[in-house]
């Protein structure tokens, strides 16, 4: 059957099972990733089905999960390693930034690293300290990476399979509270371009920008200004690095204002490349400045207080009424 | 704090050796002496005098060595540090921006090189220019990073010589995930990977050490003890002989002597052939000492005596095989001669190659940061065109 409702979760199970099977060069390494199927089973009975050969328990170590993986790829394999948690990466973090990244430009085209760093991040769950960050601008912003994050379960298995054939290291971060969210995915469809951003919802007066976790949400807020009578226009972007620029500015061209939305801190955050960019691009036709809703610029709150940081409904409809009132 | 409790503190320091008075340091300094220096476990074939000594463990790996192989080491070591002058000399001269010369470290780097097969896999730091002699690279290759016209001016799968690495000890994981990879490929080849003293307090360093346990990957760990890690000795690394650490991530660890051609040579043998058997791992520490300075930025004077290069100026790698070749009625003055002709050619043609290199197309700078393309770039480099365009317009006018 090709079109099957599952939860996001088991789309990257579906989707991680179909690349081992289609390329036996596609290797699943992270910590407690096989007989466990890791700490929110992604990885659930690959391990039972493709052996520990392929898809490896790792040491705990993640700067050691990644820069193997660098080697493993020279050698021409296609690692896709799970870094258990969005603030655990940063052990990583310099085999990603200095190696993984760099590593195609200097060796002037003739080594190319196709790794997939899987990221369960953003909060919203309750978790303990470093368990519910949002680090995608820290990838973003360094060439060579590309960055991308699905909203949906069709999306997730579909931008998977295009992460793992990419021979560019992808950083693929999962919105974990969405981890549980069915929708349908159809596995024989032909996929759209994996850095293209979607229109979601159509809309006159505004425009929703949203990648994630925030999608949905941005969609319930869409939900709760029509009531009002307001129209407002919903972009998945799907991709952090590149940014479908494209598809946000005819968005804005037609609804003249624009909102983005993500967990992520503003400061420095997706959102102000968004902002700059569509300034730039749209500086005639916008009614009023781009606006941000996200996290503050202070580490992420023990959980009682994740509520009042995370952008929720009300915060993103001030923003909207702030961009309207102008 | 009570004023007693500051004086019962102090004899407790000087007791640790850590600080304070110049009795103190200098029990120290012998100590570690004790642990690092002439040390009956440091595996040498030929003395500094060139005298082939004989090793129960290693004689194995050299024993058929002919004469004319010990004149293609002897041979190698020379090319190897012509070179290496040459670039020095080049980098004095503005041709190239920075020179991490590897004087001193000939043995190590060239009995190493040698043992490798053409089908394994080498991971290099930055120093590593008798390695890449060794595998085949053009040496004028080498100099394009340190001319500043490209980061790395091979292809890795040339030779199997991967690029340089310049971050410390982030390669020794590569090396570990590529063994890991040759392993699961079933080949019988091997990965060795290059570092040094400094390296070997990074984590990744040890977390490669680990995983290559853990996995039994076919790796060679190979660290030239140069003793300095631009200014900062051994005792600032680490409080125990470094191929002791070996022991502690359950594979052997072996201190060869790194200014012995034959003794690198016939350990590396030794790793590799295990490693290939499908033994694991193995570390090796060759000791020897870095007799230039760190780069051509660097001033040792600031923080080392001269009189311990001197030290070292008498176990030369390159002076004792010469002992041994001319001892052994292995090399006649012509070998020599002609060796010196070709030495100096090398030397002509390095200095030719560089002074023409030239420098990249600006556009450059946009080429193969992504290999499957990426908007951003796109449109960034459109934009520098439009830029450079706006005078070529101004000059047509």
Redesign the interface.
Known sequence: MAVEKMALAKAINESLRRALDSDPKVLIMGEDVGKLGGVFRVTDGLQKDFGDDRVIDTPLAESGIVGTAIGLALRGYRPVVEIQFDGFVFPAYDQIVTQLAKMHARSLGKVKLPVVVRIPYGGGIGAVEHHSESPEALFAHVAGLKVVSPSNASDAYWMMQQAVQSDDPVIFFEPKRRYWDKGEVDTEAIPGPLHGARVVREGTDLTLAAYGPMVKLCQEVADAAAEEGRSLEVLDLRSVSPIDFDTIQASVEKTRRLVVVHEAPVFFGSGAEIAARITERCFYHLEAPVLRVGGYHAPYPPARLEEEYLPDLDRVLDAVDRSLAY | MTVESTAARKPRRSAGGKAGTTGTKRTTRTTAKKAQGTDPELVQLLTPEGERVKNAEYDGYVDGITADELRGLYRDMVLTRRFDAEATALQRQGELGLWASLLGQEAAQIGSGRATREDDYVFPTYREHGVAWCRGVDPTNLLGMFRGV????W???GNNF??Y?I?IG?Q???????????A??GADSAVIAYFGDGASSQ??VS??F??AA?YNAPVVFFCQNNQWAISESNEKQTRVPLYQRAQGFGFPGVRVDGNDVLASLAVTRWALERARRGEGPALIEAYTYRMGAHTTSDDPSRYRHDDERAAWEAKDPILRLRRHLEAANHADEGFFAELEAESEALGKRVREVVRAMPDPDRFAIF??????G????DEERAQFAAYQASFADAEGV
Not at chain 2, 150 to 153: H, K, L, T, V
Not at chain 2, 374 to 377: D, I, P, S, Y
Request: no cysteine; aromatic share 8%.
């Open positions: 490209n980061n790395g001016g292809d890795p799968n991967h690029l690495t971050v982030s020794a994981l590569h090396a570990t995930g590529y063994a890991m990879g040759v699961k490929d984590g990744d977390e490669a680990n995983f853990v080429e193969n940061v992504y290999a499957d990426h908007a951003l770039v």
